[in-house]
Each structure stands twice: as C-alpha cells, then as structure tokens.
Nanobody, 119 residues
Framework: QVQLVESGGDLVQPGGSLRLSCVASGFGFSNVVVTWYCQAPGKERELVAAINSAGTNINLADSVKGRFTISRDNTKNTVYLQMNNLKPEDTAVYFC????????????WGQGTQVTVSS
C-alpha cells in the first residue's frame, strides 16, 4: 500500500521553528522527487521546497529562502522540512508530494499537516 504521511505540524509563535517529516512506504522512495507544498485558507496550493532523488538538487520558494531547508534520508524513506524563523504568513496546511521524474503516473500525496504561526 502506497502511503505518504506528514507529521510535525503544530502551533508555534513567530520566530519559532518546526521540523516537518514526510515518511513514505509502498514504493521506491529513493527514485522520486519530493516536494513540499502549502495551502492557506482561501488560497491555492504553493510550492515551498523540492528535492531530487539524490538530495543534490534543491529548489526553495523565494519566500522561504534563508529560513527553510529541505533534506532527505533515503535509508529512512523520509524527507524533512526544517522551518526556522516562522512568520504568521507561513500558516497553512503543508503537503508532501512524491513523483517519479520519468514515470509520471507515479505521483502521490500525503494528507497534510497543519502549521499555525501565531502569538
């Protein structure tokens, strides 16, 4: 059974930090690109960060550069999103997506984890 499970979302004060995890099972995780998206109420889903299968190519949204980092541990089938210096505008549901760069039918989503930044 294919699964992507996000965790780590929480309520945090501005300036605080969180680490989100995306754990995969049921498919060849080491071959996929993993992307974190966020979706705030009333807004479209936006790309936050992406990492290629080897972890050598990273893409970050301009709004999170210098604050967020993305990494992966293929031995644990896990991708992490380290979020530092959080701002209220980071409040959203964060989703993990895994897709194969060639076999485009292999495209999976997690259920999301809520991040709320508020004092």
């Amino acid at each position: 059974q294919v699964q992507l499970v996000e965790s780590g979302g929480d309520l945090v004060q501005p300036g605080g930090s969180l680490r989100l995890s995306c754990v995969a099972s049921g498919f060849g995780f080491s071959n996929v690109v993993v992307t974190w998206y966020c979706q705030a109420p009333g807004k479209e889903r936006e790309l936050v960060a992406a990492i290629n299968s080897a972890g050598t190519n990273i893409n970050l949204a301009d709004s999170v550069k210098g604050r967020f980092t993305i990494s992966r541990d293929n031995t644990k089938n896990t991708v992490y999103l380290q979020m530092n210096n959080l701002k209220p505008e980071d409040t959203a549901v964060y989703f993990c997506n895994a897709r194969h760069p060639i076999f485009t039918n292999l495209n999976f989503w997690g259920q999301g984890t809520q991040v709320t930044v508020s004092s």
